[in-house]
């Protein structure tokens, strides 16, 4: 499946010399036009598709049953594809965990290896079906890649006979993000005195972005000039703006929709504080890009958020149902801009060590392609 990481991670494999395609589900907005990207169509364009949309397939099927029909015809088109493909390639790298299997069966029929790389949503599921699917994922891929060590654990625990397949790779950052921490000011200087909070996501209920317009509505009430910035777009938008209306604030939460990367460090570089807000994550790219940004951040307190944000030290985690909590900790980046400039500084070390850049990303999965390919030949 594509997206912005894929895309990312692919493009420095190929500076490093490797030879890659990316087999993607065709988009209603029409093929790409990047050279090593494959688009196969599974359904009638005129149709919307259920892959290419913010939040992806899982929205997609959350919204309307009757798109399991279309995921199912997405992933035979997919395997065809695969069979008809693969054999010019050393490997098969699958990201998510059904389209691990599928890539894991065709793998198998073509004697090709498989990696399966996963981020999150794939296995923060608790139901039956999510943990036989992570079973079938172990069971058919050569490897299985996990962004955190969270993840990593979850399944190594849950599958214990398969934790000699799991290997922890994080995300990189693009050093577009680092350079913005390197020479970012202490202190950023106000337009009619406005303090800018940011926030990157899909608007889905899990992102939470709710209960950041609460907390801030609160400061507003109370005398603070604070505007919100969303990034992302979503099925949830008409909704959060009819509720920023209610909330009085809709001159004060601009909607920015999806912005590419350029933009987004603009908007980073101008920011006061950075907050996620979610219910469950895998590995956070919009985190880990504002951590490295130099940005006080305020995240969520769960235990992906936990593995890069040491509370009080690199960033502050909150409860994720607490909006008066969420308020309180914003207040104090506000008003203590050097506390704030002191857990950002540390966050951009820390992030540095966690994550290192896309081409360290890179040199790890060569790594573990060179170990895996010699059993094939």
């Known amino acids: 499946m594509a997206g912005l990481f894929i895309k990312r991670l692919v493009d420095e494999l190929v500076m490093s010399g490797e030879v890659v395609s990316v087999l993607t589900p065709a988009s209603a907005r029409g093929s ?11 359904m009638p364009s005129f149709l919307p598709g259920i892959a290419q949309v913010p939040g992806g397939i899982p929205e997609s099927v959350k ?8 995921l199912c015809c997405l992933f035979l088109c997919m395997f065809v594809q695969l069979l008809k493909l693969g054999r010019r ?18 793998g198998k029929l073509l004697n090709k290896p498989t990696i399966t790389v996963i981020r999150g949503s794939d296995v923060n599921s ?32 849950a ?11 994080t995300n990189g950052v693009s050093d577009t993000f680092y350079q913005i921490g390197r020479t970012r000011p202490p ?25 950041i317009m609460t907390a801030l509505s609160k400061l507003r009430k109370s005398g603070e000039k604070v505007q919100l910035h969303v990034v992302g777009d979503g099925p949830l938008r008409d909704e959060l703006k009819q509720k920023a209306s209610e909330k009085e604030m ?16 603009g908007l980073l570089l101008s920011a006061d504080v950075f907050v996620l807000a979610s219910h469950s994550e895998g590995r956070s790219n919009a985190l880990c890009e504002a951590m490295a940004a130099n940005l006080p951040v305020l995240a969520s307190d769960i235990p992906a958020n936990r593995s890069l ?29 050097v506390y704030a400039s002191s857990l950002a500084w540390a966050g951009h070390e820390e992030i540095k060590q966690l994550s290192g850049t896309w081409s360290d990303c890179a040199q790890k999965y060569i790594s573990l392609i060179e170990d895996i390919l010699p059993k094939y030949e």
């Open 89 to 106: 390639y050393d490997l098969i790298v699958a990201n998510w965990t059904l389209t691990g299997v599928v890539s894991g069966l065709a």
């Open 63 to 70: 919204k309307n049953k009757a798109n399991y029909v279309w």
């Open 159 to 169: 599958f214990p006979d398969k934790k000699n397949k799991i290997k922890i790779i």
């Open 309 to 337: 944000v040491k509370h009080g030290i690199s960033g502050c985690l909150f409860d994720p149902l607490s909006d008066s909590e969420l308020s309180g900790q914003v207040l104090r980046y506000i008003r203590d801009p």
């Open 32 to 42: 790409s036009q990047c050279p090593n990207v494959i688009s196969f169509k599974y």
């Open 187 to 211: 202190e950023r200087p106000l337009v009619n005195d406005i303090r800018r909070v940011v926030t990157v996501g899909n608007l889905t209920l899990n992102k939470n972005i709710e209960l």
């Open 250 to 265: 809709g001159d004060s939460v601009l909607f920015r929709g999806a912005l590419d990367e350029p933009e987004i460090a």
């Open 126 to 157: 608790s139901s039956r079906l999510s943990k036989l699917i992570a079973w079938a994922t172990l069971t058919i891929s050569d490897r299985v890649v996990c962004v955190n060590e969270v993840m990593a654990n979850q399944l190594a625990n």
